[in-house]
């Protein structure tokens, strides 16, 4: 079945590799600011803290919906002003729910559509300098559980927690081939991810084979969150 697929954001990193790996077999909108400039992705100009989805040229029925757009700050609590932490929620969390408000008929009208969206791991691992965007990011998870809840069985939530991934996010943490390798030993895998790895879940998640999941929380993170090798 031709799926018809919302990106808010995506136009790189792993949004743009979810796209890629779905544009081929099913209609791929992104709603983002920048144009990925593929005939084959429907780009719709938007920006996520002042757009409203709502008005958006979009298909009556959205099997799928994947919210992209995030951040990575890391400072010391001490040194992080509360306009920041307000900044990451915005984003994160606010974003989200006022994209979700204005295309939620839709993605009911189409047959269990499957939502998807991104959290950190350091939410279930604790990690200094994380303050503000594990706090962001964990406001995802709590709604996101919520949400399946309310919506079971009309549509399926759930949420990807990656690891350091190696995207233009991370680019300042991952700028050198040391980077690079420091970063990597600390995971159980000895490496950082890239976006095809989060990609690959994702694709899977907005798939039919996933049509028993929901409500779940997967880490991406290479065995960080779990396991304890050094």
């Known amino acids: 079945m031709k799926k018809n697929i919302l990106l808010i954001g995506g136009s790189t990193g792993i949004g743009k590799s979810i796209a890629d790996k779905l544009k081929n077999d099913h209609q791929v909108f992104m ?20 757009d409203d989805t709502s008005s958006l040229d979009l298909p009556e029925e959205l099997h799928g919906f994947v919210y992209c757009p995030g951040s990575i700050d890391l400072k010391p609590f001490k040194m992080i002003k509360p306009e920041t932490f307000e900044k990451e929620m915005q984003l994160n969390f606010f974003g989200l729910v006022r994209s979700l408000k204005g295309v939620l008929d839709k993605l009911k009208n189409a047959n269990q559509a499957s939502l998807i969206f991104f959290s950190t791991v350091a939410v279930k691992t604790g990690m200094p300098f994380h303050t503000s965007v594990a706090a962001a990011k964990g406001a995802i998870e709590g709604f996101a559980k919520s949400l399946a809840a309310e919506y079971a069985p009309s549509f399926r939530v759930n ?13 300042k943490l991952l ?39 929901t409500g779940q929380i997967l880490g991406v993170d290479g065995g960080l969150s779990t396991l304890n090798v050094n």
């Open 31 to 50: 709603a983002s600011r920048n144009d990925p400039e593929d005939d084959q992705i429907h780009h719709l100009a938007f920006d996520v803290l002042e």
């Open 159 to 171: 949420v990807i927690a990656p690891s350091l991934t190696d995207t233009p996010l991370a680019e």
């Open 175 to 213: 700028s050198s081939e040391e980077k690079k390798t420091k970063m990597g030993e600390r995971h159980p895998l000895k490496r950082t991810g890239t976006a095809s790895d989060i990609a690959n879940l994702a694709v899977y998640l907005l798939s039919e084979d996933s049509s028993w999941m």
